[in-house]
């Protein structure tokens, strides 16, 4: 079991930045991919960012450029920086990870992730 719990939510204006935080518990296995994905209102949950455990990242050609990924060195914490933000951007951000497999270079459906935070909360205004 991992546990993943955000933070760093909270509302901002269109144009800030942001940076959200996923802590993990320790997982062990070798391979692994894990991210963010994000759920607007009446919207489906759709993939932001990714990063496995050869470090190769993925995005979504919505955020490429404004968001990056990261990871720390105890892998026991992932980021999320959000730069040049949009209204459009506004959603509840989760974290999710799938252990045993990779990312294979793209932004995995959410159904291939196997473990979810509750999400925090972003909020862009114009």
């Known amino acids: 079991q991992v546990q993943l719990v955000e933070s760093g939510g909270g509302s901002e204006q269109a144009g800030g930045s942001r940076r959200l935080s996923c802590a993990a518990s320790?997982?062990?296995?070798?391979?692994?991919?894990i991210g963010w994905y994000r759920q607007a209102a009446g919207k489906e949950r759709e993939g932001v960012a990714t990063?496995?455990?050869?470090?190769?990242?993925t995005y979504a050609d919505s955020v490429k450029g404004r968001f990056t990924i990261s990871q720390a060195n105890a892998k026991n914490n992932l980021y999320l920086q959000m730069n040049s933000l949009k209204p459009e951007d506004t959603a509840m951000y989760y974290c999710?990870?799938?252990?045993?497999?990779?990312?294979?270079?793209?932004?995995?459906?959410?159904?291939?992730?196997?473990?979810w935070g509750k999400g925090t909360l972003v909020s862009i205004s114009s």
């Open positions: 999710a990870a799938v252990l045993g497999s990779w990312c294979y270079g793209q932004v995995p459906l959410e159904s291939a992730m196997d473990y």
């Open positions: 320790e997982y062990t296995r070798s391979s692994y991919c």
């Open positions: 990063i496995d455990s050869d470090g190769s990242v």
